[in-house]
């Protein structure tokens, strides 16, 4: 083993719910969804309009300012509906599944005999290019793009996260094709996250052109951006591409079969299911195929991805993109008489305000209750004890609320996305939307420079 990069300032967050180690084939759904919402800065522009027929792997949309990125449909079967949201906007395209998974059919072959001009033509045709992301920003990857590097976190530590090394079995082959295909795209090298902790995941071990990087340490270890952060970090006009491991399996798969499979995994977890498991189901599900009949109340709060970054979904919605897990907690839709002056024994804490600092390995049962409204702004040390990078965070949200680019730049707002300060909203005694302002502020940065 290489050298371990520890950190040491971060929070686990520990929550009840996590998922067992077992294997349940999920029903499959009536429907299946693409949302652009799961992508950010896309404009998408419709190909598949209602009652098409689609396959597997069917162009549904594509990108208005990059109409080379296209956008594929799970699943064979009949566009069924476009939702619109505010001002029209696009907020899912909704299949009708046939059962028959008749495919699209697309290159297959070597990687290692390809040049990369063929395998950015055979991502873009799969629909399996927006897998690939890039820092800064966090948006879906430019084929024209070189990166300095390509970054995979071979483990997630955020609360309740999957156990990668789980769900990476008996995919060495996949992995190591996709990987192949990955080198191709770039004249650095691939580097892979892996938690010092725990011995690797095979496919992990046996991988070959990647360098293997060991981190330990609390959330936010497991972040790609974090990681990127201790290797490389991320200058004013470099370009570094990230992608999750399952993806990099699905790209394997392409290759492999000359076929998009859209098969995934996903653990179900959280305080209120009755039994968290992991399911193997389609991209874009329907939630409710996994959660009927396993919740313990019906006021929960219903989450695709983790507690700190998952997008609110409800039982007739479907799971996001590129999300690994369903959380599931309670409702916090209620109000606290004197809450700060109680003992807090069940109250987790960052700080010793409650008694249950004296138990550190306990196990919470949080709802979404805020505990209070957005106050002053100011500046505190908390965002300093949760994020392991050389940023100062308060100033970077600040600059960013007066618009001051040049400070933005001077303050690191390119090491960032959402993921790296969801602890500093978590931890926020101001109750300040942090991911949702350093979006803006990216967003601002990107229409400006790009």
Same mark, same amino acid.
């Given at each position: 083993?290489?050298?371990?990069?520890?950190?040491?300032r971060?929070?686990?967050?520990?929550?009840k719910g996590?998922?067992?180690?077992?294997?349940i084939k999920a029903?499959?759904?009536k429907?299946?969804?693409v949302k652009?919402?799961?992508?950010q800065?896309?404009?998408?522009?419709?190909?598949?309009?209602?009652?098409v027929?689609?396959?597997?792997?069917s162009?549904?949309?594509?990108?208005?300012?990059?109409?080379?990125?296209?956008?594929v449909?799970?699943?064979?079967g009949?566009?069924?509906?476009?939702?619109?949201?505010d001002r029209?906007?696009?907020?899912?395209?909704?299949? /009708?599944?046939?059962?028959k998974?008749?495919?699209?059919?697309?290159?297959?072959?070597?990687?290692?005999?390809?040049s990369?001009?063929?395998?950015?033509?055979?991502?873009?045709?799969?629909?399996?290019?927006?897998?690939?992301?890039?820092?800064?920003y966090?948006?879906?990857?430019?084929?024209?793009?070189?990166?300095k590097?390509i970054?995979?976190?071979?483990?997630?530590?955020s609360p309740?996260?999957?156990?990668y090394?789980y769900?990476m079995?008996?995919t060495? %082959?996949e992995?190591?094709?996709?990987?192949?295909?990955l080198?191709?795209l770039?004249?650095?090298?691939i580097?892979?996250g892996?938690?010092?902790?725990y011995?690797?995941?095979?496919s992990?071990?046996?991988? %070959?052109?990647? /360098?293997?990087?060991?981190?330990?340490?609390?959330h936010?270890?497991g972040?790609?951006?974090?990681?990127?952060?201790?290797?490389?970090?991320?200058?004013k006009?470099?370009?570094?591409?990230?992608?999750?491991?399952?993806?990099?399996?699905?790209?394997?798969?392409?290759f492999?079969?000359?076929?998009?499979?859209p098969?995934?995994?996903?653990?179900l977890?959280g305080?209120?299911?009755?039994?968290?498991?992991y399911?193997k189901?389609?991209?874009?599900?329907e939630?409710?195929?996994?959660v009927?009949d396993n919740?313990?109340?019906?006021?929960?709060?219903m989450?695709?991805?983790?507690?700190?970054?998952?997008r609110k979904?409800s039982?007739?919605?479907?799971i996001?993109?590129?999300?690994?897990?369903?959380?599931?907690?309670?409702?916090?839709?209620y109000y606290?008489?004197?809450?700060?002056?109680t003992p807090?024994? %069940?109250k987790?804490?960052?700080?010793?305000?409650?008694l249950?600092?004296?138990?550190?390995?306990?196990e919470?049962?949080?709802?979404?209750?805020?505990?209070?409204?957005?106050r002053?702004?100011?500046?505190?040390?908390?965002?300093?004890?949760?994020?392991?990078?050389?940023i100062?965070?308060?100033?970077?949200?600040k600059?960013?609320?007066?618009?001051?680019?040049?400070?933005?730049e001077q303050l690191g707002?390119? /090491?960032?996305?959402e993921e790296d300060?969801a602890?500093?909203?978590?931890?926020?005694?101001?109750k300040?939307?942090?991911?949702?302002?350093?979006?803006?502020?990216?967003?601002?940065l990107?229409?400006e420079?790009?």
């Amino acid at each position: 083993m290489s050298e371990v990069i520890k950190i040491r300032r971060g929070l686990d967050i520990k929550l009840k719910g996590k998922a067992d180690k077992i294997f349940i084939k999920a029903p499959r759904s009536k429907t299946y969804s693409v949302k652009p919402v799961d992508f950010q800065s896309l404009t998408p522009k419709i190909v598949a309009k209602p009652c098409v027929e689609v396959k597997v792997g069917s162009t549904l949309f594509y990108d208005k300012y990059h109409p080379e990125i296209k956008y594929v449909s799970p699943v064979s079967g009949i566009v069924q509906k476009i939702v619109r949201g505010d001002r029209r906007r696009i907020i899912a395209i909704v299949v /009708e599944d046939d059962g028959k998974d008749t495919a699209e059919t697309f290159k297959k072959g070597d990687p290692t005999k390809m040049s990369r001009e063929e395998i950015v033509e055979n991502l873009l045709e799969s629909g399996l290019w927006p897998m690939i992301k890039k820092r800064p920003y966090g948006v879906v990857a430019s084929p024209t793009d070189k990166p300095k590097g390509i970054f995979i976190s071979g483990f997630d530590s955020s609360p309740l996260a999957p156990d990668y090394d789980y769900i990476m079995k008996d995919t060495e %082959k996949e992995f190591q094709a996709g990987i192949d295909a990955l080198a191709r795209l770039t004249e650095g090298k691939i580097h892979l996250g892996l938690d010092a902790s725990y011995p690797a995941a095979k496919s992990y071990e046996i991988a %070959k052109n990647v /360098e293997r990087h060991y981190f330990k340490g609390p959330h936010p270890v497991g972040n790609v951006g974090i990681q990127i952060h201790k290797l490389s970090p991320m200058n004013k006009g470099e370009i570094a591409w990230t992608i999750k491991p399952l993806d990099v399996v699905t790209i394997g798969r392409l290759f492999m079969t000359g076929k998009y499979d859209p098969s995934t995994i996903v653990s179900l977890c959280g305080s209120e299911v009755v039994k968290p498991v992991y399911y193997k189901l389609i991209r874009g599900a329907e939630v409710e195929t996994i959660v009927r009949d396993n919740l313990k109340q019906e006021n929960v709060r219903m989450i695709s991805g983790n507690v700190l970054t998952g997008r609110k979904i409800s039982m007739e919605g479907h799971i996001g993109y590129s999300d690994t897990q369903v959380t599931v907690i309670p409702e916090g839709d209620y109000y606290e008489m004197f809450g700060w002056i109680t003992p807090g024994l %069940k109250k987790f804490s960052m700080s010793r305000s409650f008694l249950s600092w004296l138990m550190p390995n306990k196990e919470y049962k949080l709802d979404t209750n805020l505990h209070g409204g957005e106050r002053a702004y100011v500046f505190t040390h908390e965002y300093n004890k949760v994020l392991p990078m050389d940023i100062h965070a308060v100033a970077l949200i600040k600059s960013i609320l007066v618009e001051d680019i040049d400070k933005m730049e001077q303050l690191g707002i390119y /090491e960032v996305i959402e993921e790296d300060l969801a602890l500093c909203e978590f931890v926020c005694t101001s109750k300040t939307p942090v991911q949702k302002i350093l979006r803006d502020g990216l967003t601002m940065l990107r229409k400006e420079l790009e």
